[in-house]
């Protein structure tokens, strides 16, 4: 039984990335927060005008509200993670002018928001951001680890299977 070591090089070579590749990723994951390192810091913001924006990209579609203010030559957003539908009726009530007391993240190159308030009134709270992006990251915690242990064991197991039956697996 002749051995293919081309297919077997190519094999081990794209499990090992995605092992690499999964492994780093959480890893980064890990290490960053979405979160402000100190309590939220809120300001006033003159309000201009919104726009839901839908980002379609294979099966997937994503969501972010772009609020644009006097104060601000960039639009405040609210991401994908955070977004929910319900806050385009508080949006809509808002009129040119208003002033919304907002908590934005200004360590990044888009100005997140963290909280929108209209009168006292949220419209995103802080716990509405934490909780949405807690649940995201709880979901990266189990499927980036499920990802890269799945790659390692089909390393293992391909390597295995070409040692016994001299071609890699599937094919």
């Given amino acids: 039984m002749r051995k293919n070591h081309t297919s077997f090089i190519i094999f081990c070579i794209a499990t090992t990335f995605c092992f690499l590749f999964f492994g780093i990723v959480f890893f980064f994951f890990a290490m960053s927060s979405p979160f402000p390192e100190t ?4 300001e ?10 839908r980002r ?9 509200y772009y609020i644009y203010t006097e104060e601000y030559d960039k639009p405040l ?5 955070a977004f929910r539908s319900a806050y385009a009726e508080a949006l809509d009530s808002l009129r040119k002018g208003d002033v919304l007391t907002v908590s934005i993240d200004h360590d990044r190159e888009r100005l997140d928001l963290f909280a929108i308030a209209y009168n006292e009134t949220p419209i995103m ?12 990251r709880t ?15 089909f390393l ?8 016994k039956k001299g071609r890699i697996p599937f094919t």
Avoid: M, Q, R, W
Wanted: some cysteine; proline content about 3%; hydrophobic content about 30%.
């Fill in 77 to 81: 957003v609210i991401d994908n993670i």
């Fill in 139 to 153: 979901l990266g915690y189990i499927i980036l680890p499920i990802l890269s242990g799945g790659s390692l064991f």
């Fill in 156 to 163: 293992i197991t391909g390597s295995i299977f070409y040692k």
């Fill in 125 to 136: 709270t802080y716990e509405d951001y934490e909780e949405a992006h807690t649940d995201n």
């Fill in 39 to 42: 309590s939220p810091v809120y």
């Fill in 44 to 53: 006033n913001c003159t309000f201009l005008s919104y726009e839901h924006v």
């Fill in 56 to 64: 379609v990209g294979g099966k997937t579609t994503n969501h972010y």
